[in-house]
């Protein structure tokens, strides 16, 4: 039956305010970043103003922010792979071999609160003189993302058809050569996945990398505290400075969001 015409004008109506609702703080965001920290305050120009880029230029040139992105790239690039490389064969090896206790380990880690180990690790860290290097905000980074790809994985491997081992197994592979040969190639949709959600949560953490990273590790979302001091804001940077946080893995997002869905999904629906 089709939806009567007052339900699609009620939905339509629904969805354009959700969609407004999330659009508008980061419309505003963006418009913010090309306007002078007096057109910010004017509110006559909150729709019609004389752009400029000189908050860019401070951000690019004079804040340092190539460096941080850099660092960011890196952070966030280690702390993937590294999650990958003991996630993946950890994710196989609770999947296949039923440990499910090992599995509620890993999802409390995925739920306790990261806030609540910062001063532990602070205090581990630092009599280790690691805090401040990129060495402690990778291991940080992976307690958010380790657990994420042994959560996406175990779900994918459980979807995956077990007949396909037991066959290589009786032509002679090992468990291990079955899992490399057989279902790592399977595989890759959900890897891609949990690669990519491990990427962008490790580019938006800013606790761990506020507490532990030095002046010249520190990555984005903490580099953008440079604009607030104690006497003023610096508006117009600190909105150019949280564009170039947010835009590029906005993009990524938006590009990769149909091989992400269907990762999550490709799981459930095989076997």
């Given at each position: 039956m089709k939806p009567r015409p007052?339900?699609?004008v009620f939905r339509v109506v629904a969805l354009a305010v959700v969609v407004l609702s999330l659009l508008a703080p980061l419309l505003w965001m963006v418009a913010a970043s090309f306007k002078t920290n007096v057109d910010i305050y004017d509110t006559g120009k909150a729709l019609v103003f004389s752009p400029t880029t000189d908050n860019y230029v401070t951000v690019l040139k004079q804040a340092n922010y190539v460096q941080f992105i850099g660092n960011s790239l890196w952070v966030a690039f280690a702390a993937t792979v590294a999650s990958l490389l003991l996630g993946v064969p950890a994710a196989y090896s609770m999947s296949r071999f039923n440990m499910r206790k090992s599995a509620l380990v890993v999802l409390m880690a995925r739920v306790i609160p990261g806030v609540s180990l910062l001063v532990p690790w602070y205090y581990v860290f630092s009599n280790l003189k690691m805090v401040g290097g990129f060495?402690?905000?990778i291991l940080s980074h992976m307690f958010v993302s380790l657990p994420l790809v042994v959560y996406i994985m175990m779900g994918y491997f459980d979807g995956l058809p077990e007949e396909l081992e037991?066959?290589?197994?009786?032509?002679g592979l090992?468990?291990?050569?079955?899992?490399r040969r057989i279902t790592l190639p399977l595989s890759v949709p959900g890897i891609a996945t949990a690669g990519i959600l491990s990427f962008i949560f490790s580019w938006n953490n800013f606790m761990f990398a506020l507490v532990l990273s030095g002046a010249d590790t520190k990555t984005l979302p903490v580099a953008i505290f440079d604009f607030v001091g104690y006497a003023s804001i610096d508006w117009g940077g600190l909105m150019a400075a949280a564009t170039v946080v947010t835009l590029p893995i906005m993009l990524?997002?938006?590009?990769?969001?149909?091989?992400?869905?269907?990762?999550?999904?490709?799981?459930?629906?095989?076997?």
């Open positions: 007052a339900y699609r060495g402690v905000l037991e066959a290589a197994l009786v032509d090992t468990h291990i050569g079955a899992f990524i997002a938006l590009f990769v969001q149909k091989y992400v869905v269907s990762g999550l999904t490709a799981g459930a629906t095989k076997g």
